[in-house]
């Protein structure tokens, strides 16, 4: 390994420590170099990863790192390979690049970026959900949703998490309930998908940002996934939606990457003071103002929102509620979808599941006023797929509201646990 490999690519400490043997070899015996004489290249920068997760990397930076490495170029495109199609979780499984290769870069400190699956539960209907153990024991949730098309080549979407929990406390969501813990990186989103893809034996074809986690919140991270989604496992951008419950002025910085992605809005009511009560964060963000900035991220665009509506019964599932929602959206524009989503039930929650007479009806109320609707089909009730569910089970006190850098580790309930 040449010395700018370790440089660039080595944690502080080895850094530090080959800076002082550089130093020493400088000297040649005779009196001591002083720092300035010796030219110490700066580490390389990786976009938005970890500097020694090979997750996330793009084909140029796994190419530039053999070479740091003292290998040849190719030796790259095999790490990207053997990283993103053939799955490799641990620096031994590169297998297609020299041992001595893959010794220094255990030694520079260099790991893949794969977490263990924790738990793993399949329903009657296909759906595979993901509990995900990282490297700091928190859990979190992916969801595998495979749907054979008769009319076309079947889909695999993976509906996937931004954060390890959600600070936003939706009523009626299970994540909320089970606390926030922190931000997720960009590989460890991306990992998700990778998780989903060895599971199926397949490629995900769809990824939605639904899991755990308001993704606004980590927008950054979300964004350098959704880069290593497109360019490096070659999901295309129309096939991935981004979700938000609506965080103020982040839709509109969303808007200037031109992303050719659906936005969703988790709307849930049709007026300010309805969706208070269900989402309690719609306070400092009023309707009307989410409602501009959605049309602005389709102005800016050209994508089309889609509005995801939860229907609790009795809470915001009238044909009323209904033509309220037909008259907001119409007054803000014409370019959107409204996704219905009957409630999924959680222990433990007030909220219940309207009968499918009601959903109808709300539907068609919908449609006679020329609004786009779709019922989302209801999959893996038994798997505990809906968002947070199957991990509060495991984890149920990962509340680590991030106060300064203490951190209070996660109680991890150690029955029925899947090694």
């Not at 944690?11 to 015996?29: D, E, Y």
């Not at 909320?176 to 997720?184: A, P």
């Not at 129309?238 to 659906?262: D, E, Y």
Request: glycine content about 6%; aromatic content about 6%; hydrophobic content about 40%.
């Amino acid at each position: 390994m040449t010395p700018i490999a370790v440089l660039r690519h080595a944690p502080l400490v080895r850094v530090v420590q080959f800076r002082a043997l550089t130093i020493a070899c400088s000297s040649g015996g005779g009196a001591a170099a002083t720092a300035s004489t010796v030219a110490v290249p700066p580490p390389a920068k990786k976009n938005q990863q970890d500097p020694c997760v090979l997750v996330g990397m793009s084909e140029p930076e796994f190419q530039q790192l053999a070479l740091d490495f003292g290998q040849q170029k190719y030796r790259g495109k095999q790490l990207h390979n053997l990283v993103y199609k053939m799955k490799a979780k641990e620096i031994q499984d590169l297998i297609h690049v020299p041992q001595a290769f893959r010794t220094e870069l255990m030694e520079a400190g260099w790991n893949v970026g794969r977490s263990p699956i924790y738990k793993s539960v399949t329903a009657a209907d296909g759906t595979v959900k993901l509990l995900l153990k990282l490297d700091d024991d928190r859990l979190v949730e992916t969801v595998g949703i495979p749907v054979d098309n008769i009319k076309g080549s079947p889909r695999l979407t993976a509906c996937i998490s931004s954060q390890v929990g959600c600070p936003l406390k939706c009523a009626f969501c299970a994540t909320g309930k089970g606390g926030f813990s922190r931000n997720l990186k960009s590989h460890e989103i991306v990992e998700q998908v990778l998780a989903i893809e060895e599971v199926f034996k397949r490629r995900v074809t769809n990824v939605v940002f639904m899991g755990m986690g308001e993704p606004m919140l980590n927008l950054k991270e979300v964004l350098a996934a959704h880069r290593c989604l497109n360019k490096e496992i070659e999901i295309g951008q129309r096939m991935i939606t981004i979700s938000t419950v609506g965080v103020p002025n982040t839709i509109r910085r969303l808007a200037t990457h031109k992303l050719q992605s659906t936005l969703a809005l988790s709307l849930h009511a049709p007026n300010q003071k309805l969706r208070e009560t269900i989402v309690p964060s719609a306070k400092s963000y009023p309707l009307d103002a989410i409602m501009e900035d959605c049309k602005h991220y389709f102005t800016e665009t050209g994508r089309r929102v889609s509005f995801e509506y939860t229907l609790l019964a009795g809470i915001n599932d009238s044909v009323d509620h209904a033509i309220e929602l037909a008259q907001l959206l119409q007054k803000w524009g014409h370019s959107y979808h409204v996704n219905l989503i009957p409630f999924n039930h959680i222990e433990g929650s007030e909220f219940k599941r309207p009968y499918k007479k009601t959903v109808l009806s709300f539907s068609a109320a919908l449609e006679s006023r020329k609004i786009t609707v779709s019922v989302r089909q209801t999959r893996g009730l038994d798997a505990k797929a809906a968002c947070g569910q199957l991990r509060n089970e495991f984890q149920k006190t990962p509340l680590l509201e991030a106060v300064a850098e203490e951190v209070q580790e996660p109680e991890l309930e150690l029955t029925a646990v899947a090694a």
